[in-house]
DNA sequence: CTCATACTCAACCTTTCGGTTGAAGAGGAC
DNA sequence: GTCCTCTTCAACCGAAAGGTTGAGTATGAG
């Protein structure tokens, strides 16, 4: 578990069934026992999955007598809307660059940019 | 490659050479080998990660001679975003409430919940 | 103390992942 | 045509993911 804090919380949530449990404590925490019901594995699978969302830093976990109620922690959410919405504004951005581009085009002119085309310095 | 769309796309940004990749193509579409020239691994391990990316529906690619120009896009991002945004607001939405039943505790009231606490029906 | 409950740890198995090397396909260049 | 470039396909490899069973830990109930 050497993976950086974004590849962790990406890689946390590509499996459908931590997606379900981080949707389901939104509505309250729970227990492992209780989070565990309505998949048909084992306890021991979904306590796996939830190391894995807690090592994310997406769900904390404390003590009560022998349960250990699951508890969400959204903040951890920013650190991927910040990395989404920075690339898509960029690529927004970009295409907005290139329309122009075309836009003040002759007509004529032949429309095979690949490479580069942003202010040349 | 059975996996969900939603699964598929956080799985393909959990790696941060994929990442990169997603990143670099935000200033500009490219081929194979320039997306692969930064990396010390070979050619053929960007195509795969490529393909990963494609699947993903985050990239497309099309033919020009030999080359198989990259291009991002950016709309999948749409769908993370939605995911995202959808459980921090109701995440916070329960912080809210969570803060208002305290607020209108009596001091002494055992502060012991950890089931469900939302509207009583 | 004994027992039951809630959970985790350890060992194992199978599949997927990220990488490699080597060969093949697709198109210009000559 | 022959060659060279860009890219992918195929087979393989080691490591990690996601699951299992079985044993161990922590705590409350009797």
Redesign the pocket.
């Known amino acids: 578990m050497a993976a950086d804090p974004l590849s962790r919380v990406f890689?946390a949530l590509?499996?459908p069934?931590r997606r379900d449990i981080v949707a389901r404590l939104t509505v309250a925490d729970a227990?492992?026992?209780e989070l565990a019901a309505p998949y048909d594995?084992?306890?021991?699978?979904v306590?796996?999955?939830?190391?894995?969302l807690e090592d994310a830093g997406l769900v904390s976990?404390s003590?009560e007598?022998?349960?250990?109620p699951v508890h969400l922690e959204a903040n951890v959410f920013d650190l991927m809307t910040r990395w989404i919405e920075r690339y898509r504004q960029q690529a927004e951005e970009r295409y907005r660059r290139l329309d122009d581009v075309l836009r003040s085009m002759p007509d004529d002119a032949a429309p095979r940019p690949t490479r580069q085309e942003g202010t040349p310095s």
Chains 1, 2 share one sequence.
């Open positions: 890689s590509a499996d069934t227990t492992v026992n594995v084992t306890v021991q699978a306590s796996k999955h939830l190391k894995v976990r003590r007598a022998q349960r250990r």
